[in-house]
Nanobody, 123 residues
Framework: VQVVESGGGLVQPGGSVTLSCTMS??????????VCWFRQAPGKEREFVAA????????VYGDSVKGRVAISRDLGKSTVSLQMNTLKPEDTAVYYC???????????????WGQGTQVTVSS
């Protein structure tokens, strides 16, 4: 499984950004995997942002972003999106997409990861 994130960049406080996670497989298929987003700021531990189940019917959000982000999956494109609104400077981090068998809030339980995409919130 290959995981590739995109969509990061410089965003002003209060702005929005949409991150994308595109997955490709050799022998597998998109709906076999739950997908998550974590983030990591310099000097801090990796923090759970959001996760979506294999079917897409269940979503879970981290406390620090709840109400400001939405995760969704496009079955036709094997892509998971993370829409982030009302961004704050403390949202600045590298955002990582991961895939695994089940939806979890523990990053250790995901099997495949992308290289990350930087989101910087600054004026």
């Amino acid at each position: 499984v290959q995981v590739v994130e995109s969509g990061g960049g410089l965003v002003q406080p209060g702005g929005s950004v949409t991150l994308s996670c595109t997955m490709s497989f050799s022998g597998g298929f998109f709906t076999a995997y739950a997908v998550c987003w974590f983030r990591q700021a310099p000097g801090k531990e990796r923090e759970f942002v959001a996760a979506i189940s294999r079917s897409g019917y269940s979503t879970v959000y981290g406390d620090s972003v709840k109400g400001r982000v939405a995760i969704s999956r496009d079955l036709g494109k094997s892509t998971v999106s993370l829409q982030m609104n009302t961004l704050k400077p403390e949202d600045t981090a590298v955002y990582y997409c991961g895939a695994g068998t089940y939806q979890h809030t523990d990053y250790k339980l995901y099997d495949y990861w992308g290289q990350g995409t930087q989101v910087t919130v600054s004026s």
